[in-house]
């Protein structure tokens, strides 16, 4: 099965840049890389998804390695209310995600 | 409201007693998934219908776990015969033709 890895956990300083890598080795050439993030008590929030380039969209950006077997999500200026968990998911399978604590 | 809807909120239940949820999805999306998550986990998925045919199930969705969608709108998941170890999160999600999924706010059980 496809499988993603995540650093547990990240801090960011408010009005930076946040930079959430994650590892999918395994994924297959047909396969999409998708980001959601879940602030507590909350369901599963879709943040963006690309296959081989790069994306963009109005919460965030998607840069994917040549090889595909790594991205990062690029939140560009982190607000307080960015904080929460980021689950970078290939083939329907969530790893444990990235804790991002965004601090004043 | 016309987010996707999940009813109850919360449950509680005696271990060996029969559960079950709804999910309504969004007005037209044809999609459907189930998912589980337990405390400091991510959602594991669990299974999948396109309109009312049940396309995928995980290995996790054990013989006690059923899932139904008749016509295509509304779901449900069922859990006879509950274990401490199904106590979870359970949320559903659903989505049109485009990868982004719509999760609902999910239900809680606790099985005693």
């Known amino acids: 099965d496809a499988k993603t890895t995540q650093p547990p956990s990240m801090d960011c300083a408010e009005g930076r840049a946040a930079n959430l890598p994650c590892n999918h080795s395994?994924?297959?050439?047909?396969?999409?890389v998708y980001w959601y993030r879940q602030i507590h008590s909350q369901g599963p929030q879709y943040i963006i998804h690309?296959?081989?380039n790069n994306e963009t969209n109005e919460m965030a950006s998607l840069i994917i390695t040549e090889d595909r077997k790594s991205s990062t999500l690029i939140l560009p200026h982190a607000t307080l209310r960015d904080t929460a968990v980021y689950y970078c998911?290939?083939?329907?399978?969530f790893g444990q995600g990235t804790t991002l604590q965004v601090k004043p | 409201d016309t987010g996707v809807s999940q009813d109850p909120r919360h449950k509680i239940t005696k271990r060996g007693q029969n559960v079950t949820f709804r999910c309504d999805p969004i007005?037209?999306?044809?999609?459907l998934y189930w998912y589980r998550q337990t405390l400091g986990q991510g959602p594991e998925f669990l299974t999948y219908?396109?309109?009312?045919?049940?396309?995928?199930k995980s290995r996790l969705l054990s013989d006690r776990f059923s899932a139904e969608r008749p016509k295509g709108s509304f779901s449900t998941l069922e859990i006879q015969r509950t274990e401490q170890g199904d106590s979870a999160m359970y949320l559903c999600?659903?989505?049109?033709?485009?990868?982004?999924?719509?999760f609902g706010p999910g239900t809680r059980l606790t099985v005693l």
């Open positions: 999600a659903s989505s049109q033709l485009a990868p982004e999924q719509f």
């Open positions: 395994t994924i297959s050439g047909n396969e999409y």
């Open positions: 690309g296959l081989k």
């Open positions: 998911i290939v083939k329907l399978i």
């Open positions: 007005s037209e999306h044809n999609r």
């Open positions: 219908f396109q309109n009312e045919a049940q396309l995928e």
